[in-house]
């Protein structure tokens, strides 16, 4: 959609002028543009355009195109007597009515044109997520935008019309702008391996040019709001996070007048008082602008969180930086406003790590202090990189302290191109600034081909340095040296096989491992460098100290350790030693390892949290939680060779631990007859009391909700008739029907206008038993039964009513409790269906974007969504089923479904089963809802939400097994 800005006022200056400067402009710009890019013009209104693409990438390019071609038009002319354009663009709905269109889709384009500034191109989000990475301009995200006549916000987003490269050119921050290599580093190297990039690698860092003007202008929109404070870079682990803020962000931000980056910390051996900490890290800018201070004296200042004292020191030194910065920019710009100060915490998954909890806590909460206080002269803002799969438990904590929610910032897979150019642009700054450097092109083509995975970024990094360390010297890299060191995947583990044949075979002690063995290695990384994260389901790296790490009685290791610092798989900072990149844990057979040890891994990080909270705590009594058969386990572990140096700040801890136990024993034994005597009433009182519980639980599941269990017959029975229902008690209980075994064809096509990319690639799978669905989403009668009995907590309906209405509000979690409950209750195997289960019985057997077709017209007669469900859940059941029987498959609520989602179906099973992962961040959802517009509805969508998410749109289908 496209209008003529200023149309009335032009016509009354020169009516007949601007009519030819229109006829002109459509004839020899905009017609033959809207031809090349395959569009249609549907009408034309004399002021305005509406014209229909058949696709959201060439309706970009074409706006684009005619409005840089307006700008070098309208160079020579009076201001006043411009003919410039606003256009909007949207992906959406329509319907074709002979030659006309209209619908959502045409009306959201219309109001994103009337907000596009003169000259400019304003896109929904569904546009944007077509276009990125696929254009070479930058669209800054503006946030939800209240729309006229348009009921949800929609995200909108402006497109610069400077290409990227140009712009970042432009605003002094491109990569060449930067002086690379460093002037006390003139040996360094293009590629940095497994390492993070750092300040002074900003002349190399290429891939991100797109998320740098996205994070700055998001930097800019957060500021000129005042808030949110807090900026959340968000990606996996591999994705090139610590790179992206150090090489990327950082030194572009000191080039900014809007802001003063003081320092970035990271949490490991103590986010205040570690060697990366807030005082080692802030006291240096300080000297820089001659207020010396050293790290002890801030680290005196601000030890203690919720102590005034402590945040006003911290909020002094805010606010002191903020006045030495304001200080030097008024000599150049009086008028201008304050710089903001910014603070950084890399790696920010190291806030919940065992280690140093107690110091993150006190941060964490100086920091929340500081953030809610506010006063003259403090402006911080606090930037935190994560990784994905930690970002739930950031949110909860940022929740407890009464923190807005941060403006996040996500970080995705680089593209083909991105990755061309991480490998071909350090070349060519190396060949410029150095020494001439060629590599190969067919060595460039297989090395994106390999770039796959989720440690792609770091194995192709890792994988250009070792080449670079072995033939840089010879001006040039080719496919065969890659392929000679056995490719992408092989490179790591060559390189860790050599570093451990490099110190030899011969053992220190005889009957003890050899220096370079397996076994060796196993003992240096686990666990004195790598822990694994439950909540994650993932390994995570430790910094160790290195004389605790290799000192003492493990000196038999430092030679191993050397030989893995030597080979830039570990990292040498200080005192510390730590692996260079957690992708190195995922490679065998340290992967294998850190799985055979989680359990000890994760009873050594709580022993460890409870051993700090009890120091902090003044070690009182009350706060030694590890009792019996927990305290035995946790002594034998300290006992463990492996374990006793990773373990030794627990000692004192389990020591006073066993020491309370021996006294409770004593007192046992005193008090011994008087147990004696009264052990019949205690154990009467006991029986008495479980009895209740039992009483209780017997009466709700026989008298109130009256079972109807299968037997073994009914089942085999059921199981033989599709279509057939059944219900396994009275009251309560879902009604369930059997779906038929079969096969489909899952995900939609790449010719589906509404695909989403994780909707692919499309796969056959085979359901190859029947199973059982709920009719409906699960209702809150059938919830409250759970409720009732005490086994799961009580949903908030929102208002809306509870009895025959979805249950919302329930978590992930909170669904797996209650079929948790239903299947003991049964004794039958209650689950949530499979992804693929879903979309099996969703679709019925029809291949189209719905269960009746691709008509979106008959939705109405199938579902409860955006343009029926008066804002809010309907009672289930009251829409036509499909044609197997099941209701409200789309919309109404969202489905939790068991699986791992992950933005694409590569390398996902065929055999109908979930996808599982030790990582699992998000878990899948399904069906759309009330809120959902038609899209959202498809046979194919798919979302992804954490698992502790409760929305008023989200609820569960229960499934379940059959047995043949």
């Known amino acids: 959609m496209a209008d003529v800005v200023g149309y009335s006022r032009l016509m009354g200056v020169d009516e007949e002028g601007t009519h030819e400067t229109l006829k002109a402009c459509r004839r020899e710009l905009i017609d033959p543009k809207i031809g090349e890019h395959h569009g249609r013009m549907v009408k034309n209104t004399g002021d305005g355009a509406l014209v229909e693409f058949a696709s959201a990438v060439d309706a970009a390019r074409c706006a684009i195109e005619i409005q840089r071609a307006m700008a070098t038009r309208n160079a020579a002319i009076p201001q006043d007597r411009r003919v410039q354009f606003r256009i909007g663009i949207n992906v959406g709905d329509i319907i074709i009515d002979a030659d006309d269109i209209y619908g959502d889709g045409v009306n959201i384009a219309a109001r994103l044109e009337a907000i596009a500034e003169p000259g400019g191109i304003c896109i929904s989000d569904k546009v944007y997520q077509e276009i990125r990475g696929k254009i070479d301009v930058f669209a800054r995200d503006i946030g939800f935008q209240t729309l006229k006549n348009i009921a949800e916000p929609v995200r909108v987003y402006e497109i610069t019309l400077a290409a990227i490269k140009p712009r970042l050119e432009d605003l002094g921050v491109a990569p060449g702008s930067f002086a690379w290599p460093a002037k006390d580093k003139p040996n360094a190297e293009p590629y940095p391996g497994l390492s993070a990039l750092g300040e002074d690698d900003a002349g190399i860092f290429f891939g991100r040019d797109a998320d740098i003007m996205s994070g700055l202008a998001k930097l800019h929109l957060v500021r000129r709001r005042g808030s949110p404070r807090l900026l959340v870079i968000e990606a996996a682990s591999g994705a090139g996070k610590s790179s992206y803020l150090r090489a990327g962000l950082w030194p572009r931000l000191k080039r900014d007048s809007d802001f003063v980056p003081l320092a970035i910390l990271r949490p490991a051996q103590g986010i205040l008082t570690g060697p990366d900490g807030l005082g080692f890290q802030l006291a240096p800018w300080f000297s820089r602008y001659g207020r010396p201070k050293t790290p002890g004296a801030i680290n005196a200042a601000v030890g203690g969180a919720g102590d005034a004292g402590a945040t006003e020191a911290f909020r002094a030194l805010i606010a002191e930086a903020t006045a030495v910065c304001t200080a030097s920019q008024s000599a150049t710009a009086p008028n201008a406003r304050p710089p903001a100060p910014l603070i950084a915490i890399d790696q920010g998954e190291e806030l919940f790590a065992a280690e140093d909890a107690q110091e993150s806590a006190r941060f964490l909460q100086l920091l929340a202090d500081v953030l809610k206080g506010g006063s003259d002269g403090v402006d911080i803002y606090v930037l935190i990189t994560i990784r994905a799969d930690s970002v739930e438990r950031l949110l909860q904590r940022i929740a407890e302290l009464d923190l807005e929610a941060p403006e996040p910032l996500y970080l995705l897979p680089l593209s083909p191109g991105a990755y061309r150019d991480v490998i071909l642009k350090p070349a060519e700054v190396y060949s410029r600034n150095v020494k001439r450097l060629a590599i190969e092109a067919a060595l460039v083509d297989r090395l994106v081909e390999d770039a796959t995975g989720a ?406 007669e199938y579902a409860w969504f955006s343009k029926n469900s008066d804002g809010k859940t309907q009672p289930v059941g009251t829409k036509k089923p499909n044609a197997f029987g099941l209701y409200d498959m789309y919309g109404n609520v969202w489905q939790w479904v068991e699986d791992c989602y992950g933005d694409s179906y590569s390398g996902a099973p065929t055999d109908g089963s979930a996808v599982t992962s030790t990582a699992c961040g998000r878990r899948v959802n399904r069906g759309g809802s009330w809120s959902g517009e038609p899209d959202h509805l498809r046979s194919s969508n798919r979302n992804g939400f954490i698992t502790l998410f409760r929305i008023g749109n989200v609820g569960f289908r229960v499934g379940r097994t059959l047995e043949p």
């Open 455 to 860: 440690d792609a970024l770091p194995l192709l990094a890792f994988t250009l340095s070792h080449i670079f360390k072995l033939h840089g010297a010879g001006h040039e890299l080719t496919l065969a040296q890659y392929n000679e060191i056995g490719g992408m995947g092989g490179c790591v583990t060559r390189v860790l096989r050599q570093a451990q044949k490099s110190v030899g075979t011969v053992p220190t002690i005889l009957g003890q491992p050899d220096l370079g063995s397996d076994e060796t290695l196993r003992r240096l990384i686990v666990p004195g460098l790598a822990t694994w994260d439950p909540a994650a389901g993932a390994a995570k790296r430790l910094v160790a100290k290195e004389a605790e790490l290799v000192g003492g009685r493990r000196t038999a290791l430092a030679q191993l350790a050397y030989a893995l610092v030597k080979a830039r798989l570990l990292v040498r900072n200080r005192d510390t030693l730590e692996v260079a990149h957690e992708a190195l844990l995922r490679r065998p057979p340290i992967a294998g390892w850190l799985e055979e040890q989680k359990d000890a891994l994760k009873l050594r990080d709580d022993v460890m949290r409870e051993a700090e909270e009890w120091n902090s705590g003044g070690r009182q009594a009350d706060t030694l939680v590890r009792r019996g058969a927990r305290l035995v386990s946790a002594v034998d572990l300290l006992g463990n060779p492996d374990f006793v140096a990773a373990m030794a700040p627990t000692a004192e801890y389990l020591a006073a631990s066993q020491k309370l136990a021996a006294a409770g024993r004593r007192r046992a034994r005193i008090v011994q007859t008087v147990i004696y005597t009264l052990f019949l009433s205690i154990i009467a009182g006991l029986v008495a009391f479980i009895n209740q519980a039992v009483l209780r639980e017997h009466y709700q599941w026989h008298i109130v909700m009256r079972p109807t269990v299968l037997t073994a017959e009914q089942e085999k029975e059921k199981a033989a008739k599709p279509g057939s229902d059944f219900k396994e008690c009275a009251n309560g209980c879902p009604t369930m029907i059997v779906v038929p075994a079969g096969k489909f064809t899952m995900g939609s096509p790449e010719s589906d206008k509404d695909r989403n990319n994780d909707e692919g690639p499309q796969r056959e799978v085979r359901i190859d038993q029947p199973f059982a669905v709920g009719k409906t989403a699960v209702t809150f009668a059938e919830w409250d039964t759970c409720v009732a009995v005490g086994a799961c907590p009580k949903a908030d309906d929102s208002g809306w009513g509870r009895g025959d209405r979805p249950v919302t509000n329930v978590s992930w979690d909170e669904a797996k409790v209650y079929l948790t409950w239903l299947a003991k209750q049964t004794g039958k195997p209650y689950r949530l269906l499979t992804e693929a289960e879903w979309e099996y019985a969703a679709r019925a057997g029809n291949p189209g974007q719905y269960f009746f077709g691709d008509d979106k017209t008959q939705l109405d």
